[in-house]
């Protein structure tokens, strides 16, 4: 059982890893969108989540900051679902995946990230 779920997460890490390397156009992010919440992360107004996807650490004021998060957790949320579907496992377990093997190791000290059942941290 434990091999089983080893063996699973590397195929989701696999599948997510190719996903995410794919050009910008392909997970649904533009470049401006990306500018925008790459500013957004060093200003400490928005993180990365152990579900996969952005957060808000404060809210925004600027609107363009949060149409930045949703178009990019949109391309995310299918990324997982193309994932999921490729593994045999859920969206959910693809976004934690991808937040483990891929999404951690490009987080910057001074940003934030939210560990699963924690709050805020700053790297």
């Not at 910008?24 to 401006?32: E, L, P, S, W």
């Not at 928005?46 to 600027?62: I, S, Y």
Request: cysteine-free; aromatic content about 6%; hydrophobic content about 50%.
């Amino acid at each position: 059982m434990r091999d089983m779920q080893g063996r699973e997460l590397i195929g989701i890490g696999a599948a997510l890893m190719a996903a995410l390397a794919l050009p910008t156009a392909v997970v649904a992010q533009t470049a401006q969108a990306k500018a925008l919440v790459d500013q957004a992360k060093s200003a400490g107004v928005v993180g990365e989540q152990a579900d996969g996807f952005l957060g808000f650490v404060t809210q925004p004021a600027d609107p363009a900051i949060r149409q930045a998060v949703a178009e990019i957790n949109a391309g995310r949320a299918q990324v997982y679902r193309e994932a999921a579907a490729r593994t045999g496992t859920t969206v959910e377990a693809a976004g934690a995946s991808a937040y483990t093997q891929v999404v951690q190791g490009r987080i910057r000290a001074g940003e934030f990230f939210k560990p699963a059942g924690g709050g805020w941290v700053r790297k």
